[in-house]
T-cell receptor
Framework: DTEVTQTPKHLVMGMTNKKSLKCEQH?????MYWYKQKAKKPPELMFV???????INESVPSRFSPECPNSSLLNLHLHALQPEDSALYLC????????????FGAGSRLTVL | QKEVEQNSGPLSVPEGAIASLNCTYS??????FFWYRQYSGKSPELIMF????GDKEDGRFTAQLNKASQYVSLLIRDSQPSDSATYLC???????????????FGKGTKLSVKP
C-alpha cells in the first residue's frame, strides 16, 4: 500500500465543470508535489509546496489551482479544463523540499470531455 | 539539449538475462540520480538511488554512475517477466528556473522480458 493516498482514482469531467483532486500523506513529509503525466511521457513537475507554502509553479495555466490546507493534505482544483489536460495526475512527497526521494501516490486518472 | 535522455526502447531480453538500461544527463552539477519503475497505468515506484561514482547493488539491481561522462545505468540480473515495465531515470537539477533542486525525469525505457 502506498503511503501517499490520492482520490479519486478516476475522474471524468466536462470542460465547464469544477472538480478537485485530493492527496494525503501521514509520513510527516514537509514537501508535496503535483506532477502531470501523459501517455508514454515522463512525469512533468507542476507545483511544489514546502512547509505548506507554494515554492514552485512551473508556469502551469491558472485553470489548475493548488491548495495546501495543512502539512498532510494537498489539493488540486480544476476548472474550465481542456481535453488536452487529460492525463494521470501524480501527487508525491519528500521529507524536505529538494530531498529527492519522491514517494508517489497511485495517481488520479483525469479525462476531460 | 534534452536534460535527461533515455532510449525509449522497447528493450527486449529473454528471461534470466541481464537487462542494461542507460541514461545521460546534461546538468554537470547534478548530485542525485534515481531509477523508478512504472508499470502500465500505475505510478512510479523507486527502485534505487545513487549519489557517488561507481556501483551500487541491491539484490538483482545494480546502479552505475559516472559523473565525468554524465552517465547513469541500471543493470537487472536474472531478469524476470515481472520486471517488464517502463524504467524512468530521474536526476536532480541544480541550475535554472523553477526546476532547481527538483527531479527531472527521462522519457523512460520500456523493458520487455520474454519467458
Amino acid at each position: 500500500d502506498t503511503e501517499v493516498t490520492q482520490t479519486p482514482k478516476h475522474l471524468v469531467m466536462g470542460m465547464t465543470n469544477k472538480k478537485s483532486l485530493k492527496c494525503e500523506q501521514h509520513m510527516g513529509h514537509r514537501a508535496m508535489y503535483w506532477y502531470k503525466q501523459k501517455a508514454k511521457k515522463p512525469p512533468e513537475l507542476m507545483f511544489v509546496y514546502s512547509y505548506e507554502k507554494l515554492s514552485i509553479n512551473e508556469s502551469v495555466p491558472s485553470r489548475f489551482s493548488p491548495e495546501c490546507p495543512n502539512s498532510s493534505l494537498l489539493n488540486l482544483h480544476l476548472h474550465a479544463l481542456q481535453p488536452e489536460d487529460s492525463a494521470l495526475y501524480l501527487c508525491a512527497s519528500t521529507r524536505e523540499a529538494g530531498a529527492n526521494v519522491l514517494t508517489f501516490g497511485a495517481g488520479s486518472r483525469l479525462t476531460v470531455l | 539539449q534534452k536534460e535527461v535522455e533515455q532510449n525509449s526502447g522497447p528493450l527486449s531480453v529473454p528471461e534470466g538475462a541481464i537487462a542494461s538500461l542507460n541514461c545521460t544527463y546534461s546538468d554537470r552539477g547534478s548530485q542525485s540520480f534515481f531509477w523508478y519503475r512504472q508499470y502500465s497505468g500505475k505510478s512510479p515506484e523507486l527502485i534505487m538511488f545513487i549519489y557517488s561514482n561507481g556501483d551500487k547493488e541491491d539484490g538483482r539491481f545494480t546502479a552505475q554512475l559516472n559523473k565525468a561522462s554524465q552517465y547513469v545505468s541500471l543493470l537487472i540480473r536474472d531478469s524476470q517477466p515481472s520486471d517488464s515495465a517502463t524504467y524512468l531515470c530521474a536526476v536532480n537539477m541544480t541550475k535554472g528556473g523553477g526546476s532547481q533542486g527538483n527531479l527531472i525525469f527521462g522519457k523512460g525505457t520500456k523493458l520487455s522480458v520474454k519467458p
